[in-house]
C-alpha cells in the first residue's frame, strides 16, 4: 500500500518516463479530483476558466510526454500567429500553404523519418540513418539530454496537428473566425480530455463554447458519470483482458496457435480497437461535459455497419469528416468524373492508413478500405438499389462487413509481414485446433470476455439507451453506489500495470 502510494505521488510530482500518467491510473482521478476542487472557484468567468484548465492541461501532457510539452506550446502559437496572418485576407493562400507544410513537415518528422530513411535503404540499397536534428540542438542548449541518433514519437502529435490544419483551413475559407486571445487558442488546441487520442475537435464546434456560461445540469452530470464508467469498463475490463491473455499471444506467435484460434484472435482485436478506442472516446466527453465542454461522438456502432461506407459513417468519425472535408473534396471528390471520384476515394483511405502509422501495413490496411469502398460504389451503381432490403439481407450485410473489417485489421494490428502471412497461413491450413479438455477449461475465460465483446458491440441501440436512462433517472445516492460498486469491479478484474490506449500510437 505505501509503495502503490508513494509511486502515485511520484507521478503527480514529476513526469516517469517508465510510468507515465494514463487516464486510467489513480493518480489522474486525484488530479482531475483537485482540478474539480479549485474548478469551483474560477468556473464562473470564462477567462479564468479557460487559462486555468489550459494549465491543468499542460501539466497532465507534461506527466504523459515530458519534454514534448515544449513541442505542443510551440504549435499552439506557431499555429495562432498564423491564423491571425490568415485572417488577414491578404496572400491567405501562401500564408496557409505554409502553415499546414510546416505542420505537416513536423508531422512527418517525428513520424515518418524511420519509414522513408528504411524505404530508401530497401529501394535503393543504400544505409540511411535518421539523425535527431531537434535533439541535437536541444543539446547545444543543455549539456546533452536528447539522443540524437533516436526519434522518440509524441503522444497526440497527429490528433492535434490535424485539428491545428482544420482550424487554419477553417479560417481561410471563413468558416470560423480567428482566435485573438493566444491562451484561448491554446486551450482549444490543448484541451486534456480530446488531446491525446481525439476526437478531432472543429474550431467552429469548440470555440464559442469557450466563452460560453458555464452551464452543467443533474442529468448531464449523470450522463457524463455514465459515460466514464462505461469507458473504463470497456477499455479495463474487456480490451486489456483481451489484450493481454488472447490476442497479444496470437498475433506474437501465429503458428503455434490453429487457424480457429487465430480467427478468433483476430475476432477478438476487432473488440479490443473498438473497446479501447471507443472507451477513450466516452471518457473524454465525459471528462469534458462535467468541465462545461462539449465535444462530438466519436462511434456509433461502427459493426452494426452493413456496408464499409457505413463502416466509415460510424467509426472514428472525426477523422472520416476530416479526411472528407480537408483532402477528399480538395482532391476533387465526386466533381471530376468517375474514374477520378475512384481514384480520390482511395488516395484518401490510403493516405488516412497512413496518418495511423509509419507501415506498409498500414498503407495495405488503407488500401484494403479505398478499394472496398471503391467496388461499393461502383456495385451500387450498377444495382442502382434494386434489391429491397430486408431483415434478413441486412444481417447478412452487417455480417459480411464485420469479416472485411476484422480481417483488415490483420494488417493494422501485426507487427511485421511475416506475422500476416503466418496468420492467413494457419486459417487455411490448419483451422482445427487439437485441445484436450484441459485446453478448453483454460480457454473458458477469454472466451466468456469474448462473448462480452460481441454482445457489446451488438447489443440493440434501443436497450443501450434504456439502460442510460435508467442510471440518470436513480437518485444521485443510488448512483453513487452503482458507480463505486462498478468501480471496484473495474480495478478488481483489470490488469496490474496500466495499459496505454491504442490510439496513443498515432
Not at 504523459?64 to 491567405?92: E, P, Q, V, W
Request: net charge positive; charged share 15%.
Amino acid at each position: 500500500m505505501e509503495e502503490q502510494l508513494s509511486k502515485i505521488i511520484r507521478q503527480l510530482i514529476s513526469y516517469q518516463a517508465d510510468n507515465p500518467m494514463f487516464y486510467t491510473g489513480i493518480a489522474f482521478w486525484v488530479v482531475f479530483a483537485f482540478t474539480l476542487a479549485f474548478y469551483s472557484i474560477v468556473y464562473q468567468k470564462s477567462i479564468l476558466r479557460n487559462s486555468y484548465l489550459l494549465v491543468i492541461s499542460w501539466y497532465i501532457y507534461y506527466q504523459m510526454n515530458g519534454a514534448f510539452l515544449s513541442l505542443l506550446i510551440f504549435s499552439c502559437l506557431f499555429n495562432y500567429g498564423f491564423g491571425l496572418l490568415i485572417d488577414r485576407r491578404r496572400k491567405t493562400r501562401f500564408w496557409l500553404i505554409s502553415a499546414v507544410s510546416f505542420n505537416l513537415l513536423l508531422l512527418v518528422y517525428f513520424k515518418y523519418s524511420y519509414f522513408f530513411a528504411d524505404t530508401a535503404n530497401l529501394l535503393f540499397d543504400t544505409n540511411y540513418q535518421v539523425f535527431n536534428w531537434l535533439g541535437w540542438i536541444l543539446n547545444q542548449l543543455s549539456e546533452g539530454v536528447a539522443d540524437v541518433h533516436s526519434i522518440v514519437l509524441p503522444i497526440g502529435i497527429s490528433f492535434y496537428t490535424f485539428q491545428a490544419i482544420s482550424y487554419l483551413s477553417d479560417v481561410r475559407y471563413q468558416r470560423v473566425e480567428a482566435v485573438r486571445n493566444p491562451l484561448d487558442f491554446s486551450f482549444y488546441l490543448s484541451f486534456f480530455p480530446q488531446l491525446v487520442a481525439g476526437p478531432i475537435v472543429r474550431a467552429a464546434a469548440f470555440i464559442p463554447q469557450l466563452y460560453q456560461k458555464y452551464r452543467l445540469t443533474n442529468k448531464e452530470l449523470s450522463h457524463a458519470v455514465f459515460l466514464i464508467l462505461k469507458g473504463l469498463f470497456k477499455k479495463m475490463v474487456i480490451a486489456d483482458f483481451l489484450a493481454l491473455n488472447f490476442v497479444d499471444r496470437i498475433f506474437e506467435a501465429p503458428g503455434a496457435y490453429s487457424g480457429l484460434e487465430n480467427l478468433l484472435g483476430i475476432y477478438g482485436y476487432s473488440i479490443q480497437i473498438y473497446c479501447d478506442f471507443s472507451g477513450y472516446t466516452d471518457i473524454a466527453i465525459g471528462l469534458a461535459l462535467i468541465l462545461g465542454y462539449k465535444i462530438p461522438v466519436n462511434f456509433n456502432a461502427p459493426y452494426c455497419a452493413n456496408s464499409l461506407t457505413d463502416f466509415w459513417h460510424r467509426w472514428h468519425i472525426s477523422l472520416s469528416l476530416w479526411l472528407r472535408d480537408y483532402l477528399y473534396i480538395p482532391l476533387g471528390g465526386n466533381r471530376k468524373g468517375n474514374f477520378r471520384t475512384h481514384l480520390n476515394l482511395i488516395i484518401t483511405m490510403v493516405l488516412g492508413g497512413l496518418w495511423h502509422g509509419a507501415s506498409w501495413r498500414f498503407i495495405i490496411w488503407g488500401g484494403i478500405h479505398g478499394i472496398g469502398l471503391s467496388l461499393e460504389k461502383l456495385f451500387q451503381k450498377v444495382s442502382k438499389s434494386s434489391i429491397r432490403p430486408n431483415k434478413f439481407r441486412r444481417f447478412i450485410a452487417v455480417f459480411v462487413t464485420f469479416q472485411l473489417v476484422s480481417l483488415a485489421w490483420v494488417f493494422f494490428r501485426a507487427s511485421d509481414q511475416e506475422t500476416i502471412y503466418r496468420i492467413f497461413y494457419q486459417l487455411r491450413q490448419h483451422f482445427i485446433p487439437h485441445l484436450n479438455q484441459e485446453g478448453l477449461v483454460a480457454y473458458l475465460p477469454t472466451l466468456l470476455v469474448l462473448l462480452l465483446g460481441f454482445i457489446l458491440i451488438w447489443f440493440p441501440y434501443d436497450a443501450k439507451e434504456k439502460i442510460r436512462g435508467l442510471f440518470i433517472r436513480q437518485h444521485i445516492t443510488v448512483q453513487i453506489i452503482i458507480s463505486v460498486l462498478l468501480a471496484l469491479l473495474i480495478q478488481a478484474v483489470s490488469s496490474a500495470e496500466i495499459q496505454p490506449f491504442i490510439y496513443f500510437r498515432f
